[in-house]
């Protein structure tokens, strides 16, 4: 026969272990307080690649003319006084490589097209790897050149480059994308002294120091304010309180409000525990670590919830005489499914932690901490907090036929 283990036993130590852990968390948002992301802070998302020049263009005429390059073709708008009003589109279909793309360039009043890098021997060379930067100006002049880049071998980056050039600035630096097309996301939070303008010349600033102006391409930038990052908060904070809401109402209908009340504690209780290692690791808060915390809540019910139904079963079947003996048995024919469930979701958890980085990592990290607090407040907490509430539990008429039967088989005369 399998062991028997007493949980019940544990249930106070396990609350007492609890709390201390909580309180240490309260000191530590207190004392360290929580690291918030761009998400929920005003601030600066901006998306870099470190490649060479590959097209130079340049323009001198009395017309205004602007080079826009979309994913399939380069538009050439030409209009103004003393000009005919068109847009000339060079497709890379039709314009297969950057020499290729200058030739036709050429051959339009006014436009010079040097070509500053390109290999003809390898795949960079296509000119459906050309991209441009944002963060000038696409209309054409004589003084100021507009140039396309393209992503070449000859000149690797890595992500750890990117962030030792930005080291001295207090940003998260990211990789996207393949090796082949690598860009890099760079986050910078703002305080409220701090201007759009400011923080992009900072980060350009560093990059261009580190890397060469020429070869620095700004391809998206994204500024959060201080009105949508409060508003993210707050609604952040209202999809909690629903979700825990909801949960409180799916159990108190499917089971008694006690256990309900005992699910909602365990919640309340993983959450806490996850925002005290927030804290004292200052572990970034995001969207993505908020969908980590949600995701436990879900696994975390779902673990409680097959807990309360063997109790719930148990407790219409089972001869006891206190509700604590209920709980042992109901937590030893749930603990090879707790355990196995937990671990096998951890494996993959804990791959991510190790194998990757950046807000991926930050997701597995939280997931995990939240699979163990899950796992362990669904067996102690919500069971511990159940036993408080039914301490004057009464077995009621089953107990009564228990001790009948034990009576009558003392009394029964022994075979000589």
């Known amino acids: 026969m399998r062991k028997q283990f007493k949980f019940s036993k544990a249930f106070l130590g396990c609350a007492i272990f609890s709390l201390i852990v909580i309180v240490t968390g309260v000191a530590g948002l207190c004392v360290r307080g929580i690291n918030f992301g761009i998400d929920f802070e005003p601030g600066l998302i901006e998306e870099v690649r470190i490649a060479p020049a590959a097209l130079e263009i340049t323009y001198s005429g009395s017309a205004t ?56 021997s390898d795949e960079y060379n296509d000119t459906y790897n050309l991209f441009a930067n944002s963060a000038v100006t696409s209309r054409l002049s ?71 102006a020429e070869n620095v391409a700004i391809i998206k930038t994204d500024f959060v304010g201080s009105s949508f990052s409060k508003s993210l908060m707050s609604k952040s904070i209202l999809l909690a309180l629903a979700t825990i809401l909801l949960i409180w109402v799916y159990a108190t209908i499917r089971f008694h409000w006690d256990f ?21 690791l200052q572990i970034e808060f995001s969207t993505t ?63 991510l932690w190790v194998f990757t980085s950046g807000a991926i990592e930050t997701f ?26 039914r301490r004057h539990w009464e077995p009621g008429e089953n107990a009564e036929r228990v001790r009948p039967r034990k009576q009558t088989a003392r009394n029964l005369p022994q075979e000589s």
């Not at 297969?96 to 360039?105: D, G, I, K, N, Y």
């Not at 070449?152 to 630096?173: C, F, G, H, W, Y």
Request: net charge negative.
């Open 65 to 120: 003319v602007t080079a826009d390059l979309t994913s399939t073709a380069l538009d050439v708008v030409i209009s103004g006084a003393g000009a005919e009003n068109e847009t000339i589109t060079l497709t890379f279909g039709q314009n297969p490589t950057v020499r290729a793309m200058a030739e036709s360039l050429n051959k339009i009043d006014g436009i010079t097209a040097n070509v500053l890098w390109a290999d003809e």
């Open 260 to 280: 309900a009340l005992g699910a909602i504690v365990a919640l309340l209780h993983d959450c806490l525990i996850m925002f005290t290692f927030i804290s004292w």
């Open 142 to 212: 004589s003084d100021v050149p507009y140039n396309l880049y393209m992503q070449s071998k000859d000149m690797p980056s890595t992500i750890d480059d990117v962030r030792q050039a930005v080291s001295e600035l207090n940003v998260d630096v990211k990789a996207l994308g393949t090796e082949e097309q690598r860009s890099y996301q760079i986050r910078a939070k703002a305080s409220p002294e701090d201007s759009n303008t400011e923080l992009q010349g900072s980060i350009t600033g560093a990059l261009n120091s580190a890397f060469g």
């Open 364 to 389: 597995a990290i939280v997931l995990t901490i939240g699979l163990v607090s899950g796992a362990y407040s669904s067996m102690f907490i919500s069971s511990g907090f159940i036993a408080l509430m």
């Open 289 to 351: 670590t908020l969908a980590a915390v949600l995701t436990i809540f879900g696994y975390s019910i779902n673990a409680t919830v097959v807990i309360l139904d063997r109790i719930r079963t148990n407790l219409r079947t089972m001869n006891a005489r206190k509700f604590t003996e209920i709980l042992d048995k109901s937590l030893n024919e749930t603990l090879s499914r707790s355990i196995i469930t937990t671990v096998t979701t951890m494996f993959a958890s804990i791959s």
